[in-house]
């Protein structure tokens, strides 16, 4: 694999696998922005082959694999001869409707892949309010930098690095330089934080986590409530979570968040240890 140097190789690269392909598939869906951070940071490498190019990136000591193939047939044919499956420590993410995603999994697990997860997405209107508008006591604030570092170890104590696409330290900042971050303190440290997207009419959750000796005690509540009260444009909101967590799921429910079809089955090959 080669170290990926400019935007416009990953893009000239799909297109390039895509052109005249009719049965074209793909598990990368880049956006330019996030693109050219990997670049920056070093992150993204590829390896390009006749119908297909696989793209591999850099997440602590483990790597997340893209690939974009001209056919089902060509990514068949090109996974065995990857020798970086066999040698490096990889997980990659199958998403789509049910039945889509699952058939996909057939040809990683011969080469060595098992189910390591499974993330579904629930979405809920700005409609299907649960008293949205009852916004609690506790303070909720946006993060200011300085708390990056408190924030990047509640995340790695509460999520499995593997299966849940955490982020890293510079993501982390450029999120809370974009207020996307709220926090609940307690004594001056974290005691829960709720990390977000919003573009336009819709917001994404992409993590919602209280200190365990918080838990149970409405700081989650108040940082959903806050949430829900300030993101006054979003029509829709989605999240994706893991299935085995319960716990979570029936909090989401609660909020009126439901299952919307799509699923991610993360993969992992032997080297991913739990
Ligand atoms: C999920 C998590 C953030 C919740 O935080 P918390 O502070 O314990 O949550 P709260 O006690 O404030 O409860 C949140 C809401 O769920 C409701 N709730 C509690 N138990 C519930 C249950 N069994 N079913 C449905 N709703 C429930 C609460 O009443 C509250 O709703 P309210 O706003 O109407 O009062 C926390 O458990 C956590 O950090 N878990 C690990 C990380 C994680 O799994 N995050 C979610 C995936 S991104």
Same mark, same amino acid.
């Given at each position: *694999? ?5 935007? !416009? ?9 895509? &052109? ?19 670049? !920056?940071? @070093? ?9 297909? +190019? ?8 483990? #790597? ?6 001209? !056919?089902?047939? &060509? ?20 998403? @789509? ?7 996909? +999994?057939?040809? #990683?697990?011969? &080469? ?9 997405? *629930? ?12 916004? !609690? ?5 946006? &993060?200011?930098?300085?708390? %990056? ?33 709220? /926090? ?6 974290? %005691? ?9 009419? =819709? =917001?994404?959750?992409?993590? #919602?986590?209280? %200190? ?8 989650? =509540?108040?940082? *959903? ?14 999240? #994706?979570?893991?299935?085995?967590? /319960? ?28």
């Amino acid at each position: *694999m080669t170290p990926v140097q400019t935007v !416009s190789q990953v893009f000239d690269a799909i297109q390039q696998a895509k &052109a005249g392909a009719p049965d074209f598939c793909t598990n990368f869906f880049p956006v330019q922005r996030k693109v050219q951070d990997w670049i !920056s940071h @070093g992150e993204l490498f590829a390896e390009l082959r006749h119908d297909a +190019i696989f793209f591999y990136r850099r997440d602590r000591d483990f #790597w997340h694999l893209y690939y974009c193939a001209s !056919s089902k047939t &060509a990514l068949h044919r090109e996974i065995p001869t990857v020798a970086e499956l066999r040698t490096e420590p990889i997980v990659l993410d199958l998403v @789509g409707k049910e039945g889509d995603a699952s058939a996909a +999994i057939g040809d #990683w697990e011969s &080469a060595g892949f098992r189910r390591y997860s499974r993330l579904f997405r *629930m979405s809920r209107t700005s409609t299907d309010a649960n008293g949205d508008k009852t916004e !609690s006591t506790t303070k909720i604030e946006f &993060a200011v930098v300085p708390d %990056a570092k408190a924030v990047l170890e509640l995340l790695e104590r509460a999520f499995d690095r593997f299966g849940e696409q955490l982020p890293v330290r510079y993501e982390i900042e450029s999120a809370i330089q974009a207020q996307q971050v709220l /926090v609940a303190r307690h004594q001056g440290d974290i %005691a829960g934080l709720l990390f977000f997207e919003t573009q336009g009419f =819709s =917001s994404t959750l992409r993590f #919602w986590a209280v %200190a365990t000796e918080h838990r149970a005690l409405k700081v989650g =509540s108040a940082l *959903m409530r806050h949430y829900f009260a300030t993101q006054n444009a979003v029509k829709r909101f989605v999240l #994706w979570v893991a299935a085995d967590n /319960v716990n979570a799921v029936q909090k989401y429910g609660h909020y009126g968040y439901k299952p919307d079809g799509l699923v991610d089955y993360v993969l992992a090959n032997q080297l991913v240890r739990s």
